[in-house]
């Protein structure tokens, strides 16, 4: 396993299930890097007012649905900018069903634009209990997939 910075990253363009396999390895390993930077596992957002946090459930959820497209993989680098400055568009329930999603009692999906990817959309589950906001995953989509939902 070798060590690469954030700049010497070479990700993977293709579509290929090699390709894909290269770009969640990336993700998993900027996040496990980014753990050891940010001891407290959250960054502040200024939109909500209130941390978001990264979890197991953050990492399993982006490398397996970010990796699937290389402009999601390259927005996942910039998970301090999206963390900070990502703003809510819509409050929606769990997905029925989804295992990974049990522990929420709200989902929040927000958007955020990055220069030279574009419209970044951040999942943000609520947990039941403790009400504590965790990042759920982070994909990078094209303007026309974020629509405002009704609120709840």
């Given at each position: 396993?070798?060590?690469?910075?954030?700049?010497?990253i070479?990700?993977?363009?293709?579509?290929?299930?090699?390709d894909?396999?290269?770009?969640e390895?990336i993700i998993?390993q900027?996040y496990?890097?980014w753990?050891v930077e940010?001891p407290?596992q959250?960054?502040?957002n200024?939109?909500?007012?209130?941390?978001i946090?990264?979890?197991?459930?953050?990492i399993?959820e982006?490398?397996?649905?970010?990796?699937?497209?290389?402009?999601?993989?390259?927005?996942?680098?910039?998970l301090?900018a999206?963390?900070?400055g990502?703003q809510?568009?819509a409050i929606?329930?769990?997905k029925k069903?989804?295992?990974?999603?049990?522990?929420?009692?709200?989902?929040?999906?927000?958007?955020?634009?990055?220069?030279?990817?574009?419209?970044?959309?951040?999942t943000?589950?609520?947990?039941?209990l403790?009400?504590e906001k965790?990042?759920?995953?982070?994909?990078?989509i094209?303007?026309?997939?974020?629509?405002?939902?009704?609120?709840e």
């Amino acid at each position: 396993m070798k060590h690469c910075l954030k700049n010497n990253i070479i990700i993977p363009k293709g579509n290929s299930k090699d390709d894909i396999r290269q770009r969640e390895l990336i993700i998993r390993q900027f996040y496990q890097k980014w753990k050891v930077e940010n001891p407290s596992q959250r960054k502040f957002n200024l939109s909500l007012k209130d941390f978001i946090n990264i979890r197991m459930i953050s990492i399993v959820e982006t490398s397996e649905h970010a990796a699937k497209r290389y402009l999601s993989t390259l927005a996942v680098l910039q998970l301090d900018a999206i963390l900070t400055g990502a703003q809510t568009v819509a409050i929606t329930r769990p997905k029925k069903g989804n295992k990974n999603q049990q522990s929420f009692e709200r989902m929040m999906i927000m958007a955020y634009h990055l220069p030279g990817i574009g419209m970044v959309k951040m999942t943000v589950g609520i947990r039941r209990l403790s009400k504590e906001k965790v990042q759920y995953c982070i994909t990078a989509i094209s303007g026309s997939d974020i629509k405002k939902a009704p609120q709840e």
